[in-house]
């Protein structure tokens, strides 16, 4: 097997926990309705509007700061910072809004996200989410320094990360760099902004109504990563099988299951590492794994890193 393609996976697992925060959004996106204790946070405005009727609550203009060099947020700063949204500084087209890069009052660069007007029900799940998440800190997960709303206007302060996101590294087509070891060194450090949100990653018990973050979610969520760069798909993407248009993790496994194992691999993975078949059919095995429909049927990511070093 490619040390390439195993280094790659095995990489990512170490790192595995960034995918959290991609989860993390996607439930909250997903999840119904409920009432949520907001707990103590900054508020700088609280102006209550009536929104559209099928929104679960009110929207209010708010703001809120989770990181000390962040005194105060205002929508009316964002707009200067970001030189009213202009297009020169986007430096992002996530699933759920635009995000540019800005620099703050106090002399801080960050990327500031623009979500779109429908990407969420309602302010307070929006709100409890962003308390929650604000909090986080962990080095391979991107900080949400802050937030504002004004009206149906919701925008994100995140920390700017310098070396681009995941889909970048994987997906470039700018690039004829097809060195695998060197993106591994970027995969160790960066986090993106870029894939929050992607439904490409959600394993199925999200999309049936499960909320929380889980290490069974991260599990799966590895798994589509060790097929995307196996691959070089893109796990957000259909694609057609059979003359019908299907999920990517449904595509890989009929692929799979067809014996097609060499047919999905990335034309562009160096063979000279390659001993034979075998070890790619055991690599997709093993995300195949990590992927399973029911949560108790996958792996530990222990047992997964394990695996993946006896590939090696």
């Known amino acids: 097997m490619d ?6 996976a095995a990489s990512a697992a170490g ?13 909250f996106v997903c999840k119904s309705t409920k009432n949520y204790d907001y707990g103590r946070r900054l508020r700088h405005h609280q102006t209550r509007t009536v929104t559209n009727p099928e929104l ?8 809120a700061s989770y990181d000390p060099t962040i005194s105060h947020i205002s ?13 020169d500084l986007i430096i992002g087209d996530g699933s759920f809004g635009l995000v540019y ?13 623009k979500l779109d007007p429908d ?43 310098e070396r681009g996101s995941l889909d970048q590294w994987i997906h470039d087509t700018a690039s ?24 490409g990653y959600m394993p199925p018990e999200y999309k049936d109504g499960a909320i929380g973050a ?35 993790i449904e595509w890989v496994k009929k692929m799979l299951g067809q014996d097609r194992h060499m047919e999905i691999l990335d034309c562009n993975m160096p063979k000279e590492g390659l001993s034979g078949e075998d070890q790619v059919k055991e690599y997709f095995r093993i995300a195949s794994l990590c992927t399973e429909e029911f949560m108790g049927d996958r792996p530990a990511m222990s047992e997964v890193v394990d695996l993946l070093k006896k590939l090696s």
Do not use: W
């Open 3 to 8: 040390p390439a393609l195993i280094a790659a």
């Open 15 to 27: 790192s595995v926990l960034f995918l959290i925060i991609i989860l993390a959004f996607i439930v």
């Open 56 to 63: 679960s609550s009110v929207t209010r203009d708010e703001s």
């Open 75 to 87: 929508m009316e700063e964002l707009k200067v910072s970001t030189k009213n949204f202009s297009t």
């Open 101 to 113: 890069k800005a620099t703050l009052y106090n002399g801080s660069t960050v990327a500031i996200k």
């Open 119 to 161: 990407a969420f029900q309602g302010f307070r799940e929006f709100s409890a989410e962003m308390e929650t998440l604000g909090h986080l800190r962990h080095g391979n997960i991107v900080k949400i320094l802050g937030y504002c709303v004004s009206g149906r206007d919701r925008v994100l302060i995140l920390e700017f990360v």
């Open 176 to 199: 004829t760099d097809n060195d695998y070891f060197d993106k591994i060194d970027a995969l160790r450090s960066h986090v993106s902004t870029q894939v929050a949100g992607t439904f």
């Open 214 to 248: 889980t290490v069974q979610a991260d599990v799966y969520s590895f798994g589509i990563l060790m097929f995307e760069i196996a691959t070089s798909e893109r796990p957000d993407l259909p694609k057609v099988i059979e003359k019908k248009e299907v999920g990517f």
